[in-house]
């Protein structure tokens, strides 16, 4: 299943770094989202685009900047992350909003050293 | 916000046996609840949800029920079978308007051959 892939799947950066993650939805959605998958914790989202328009950011850290220059693609640039933000970033898509099945791609695990 | 409480953390069953998890929401206005399940190192995927104007869904041997005055609703799962191992997260939301998904903290069912 290739809906939703993302790149890298593993990705070591120190804290001084700068990186991206990618996502790419090939299933004709129009809302975007990047959600924060932490051990013992709840899925956070963090950013929700819509129609390529940011709709939600869930008061996090400017470190985390998302770019959406299309309604098939979703990037997360990294800066000066901190060993706390390691964790699996989840990319998703749906059709519409609420109530509309969401699609989870495969994750990029991130390991903040 | 809408808040979403999951019971219990772990679980082990018996293999033939049956699994049930529940989960307890605070919004009275939230009217759709996905139950999404998460292999190891793999995506969540939306395994059944139901909508508030029926209160019981069945899929094979899944089945969720929703007690919408009691604020709850419960995943079923009958005859486990070891590939059932994974964790679950229930989720809610209301269907219109721009509210997103709010999930549950996930639960780790092992099923024991």
């Known amino acids: 299943e290739t809906g939703v892939t993302q790149t890298p799947r593993h990705l070591v950066m120190g804290m001084t770094n700068k990186k991206s993650l990618k996502c790419e939805q090939h299933?004709?959605?129009?809302?975007m989202y990047w959600y924060k998958q932490s051990a013992k914790k709840p899925l956070e989202l963090m950013f929700v685009?819509?129609?390529?328009?940011?709709?939600e950011n869930n008061s996090v850290p400017s470190r985390f900047s998302p770019e959406c220059p299309n309604s098939s693609h979703l990037f997360l640039h990294l800066h000066t992350l901190q060993p706390e933000d390691s964790a699996l970033y989840l990319c998703a898509s749906s059709q519409g909003g609420s109530g509309n099945t969401i699609y989870f791609g495969e994750g990029s695990w991130l390991t903040v050293v | 916000g809408e808040n979403v409480e999951q019971h219990p953390s772990t679980l082990s069953v018996q293999e033939g046996d049956s699994a049930v998890i529940k989960c307890t929401y605070s919004d009275s206005a939230s009217n759709y609840f996905p139950w999404y399940k998460q292999e190891l190192g793999k995506r969540p995927q939306l395994i059944i949800d139901i909508r508030s104007n029926v209160g019981e869904k069945k899929d094979q041997r899944i089945a969720v029920t929703l007690n919408k005055t009691a604020k709850h609703f419960s995943l079923h799962i009958t005859e486990t079978q070891p590939e059932d191992s994974a964790v679950y997260f229930c989720?809610?939301?209301?269907?219109?308007?721009?509210?997103?998904?709010?999930f549950g903290t996930g639960t780790r069912l092992t099923i024991i051959p």
């Open positions: 685009y819509s129609l390529e328009e940011r709709v």
């Open positions: 989720a809610a939301s209301k269907v219109f308007g721009n509210e997103k998904l709010t």
């Open positions: 299933l004709g959605h129009n809302a």
